[in-house]
């Protein structure tokens, strides 16, 4: 391994026996789930660098919240904030609770990993987000964002991690707002 451990392991997007978890490089991560005042949820398309699933060669898009690895000395809150501010252009956003965590093997990134993620709950007074700073701060390319309805969410068949997100979404929403972090886990875990 050199001193970027990532940069040696293959570039996969689905798990693998090739991959266990113990030669993943471990990320802390903190990600938002940002809702509109008409409680839609904010989601960025990603594309895999190569399919996502094997059977469905041509499956390469994925959607996932915003927010990011956290830098050394911050804590998940600060990361939150810098991340929205990067990637949507919010600044002096208020966090609320840490609503849900997903640890585990994460492939479908260019550089796959052992994520450790925290997820806040932001509500936005409007939907106005500027995203052009979004694709220079990401590894695999950016197809785009959506605010997504939550029945529409809940009833796509697109790839939308980490899985549980709607539900989780719609609870939140309905006034039910975890007291303590719920586990989520990814697709193919």
Known sequence: MTDHPEADLPQTNFPSADFPSADLPTRDIARA???????????????????????????????????????????????????????????????????????????????????????FVVRLPSDAIDTSRLAETEDNPVRGTRWWPLDELAASAERVEPAGLAALAQRIVSGDVPPEPVRLTWRDA
């Open 33 to 119: 789930l940002v809702f509109d005042p008409d409680n839609r949820l904010l989601l960025i398309e990603y594309e895999a660098v190569r399919p996502i699933d094997p059977a469905q060669p041509e499956a390469r898009g994925f959607w996932f919240m915003p927010g990011g690895g956290l830098e050394p000395g911050e804590s998940h809150e600060v990361a939150c904030r810098r991340e929205l501010s990067e990637e949507i252009g919010v600044a002096e956003v208020e966090l609320g609770p840490c609503v849900a965590v997903c640890d585990g093997p994460f492939h479908l990134f260019r550089k796959p990993r052992f994520a450790r993620e925290r997820y």
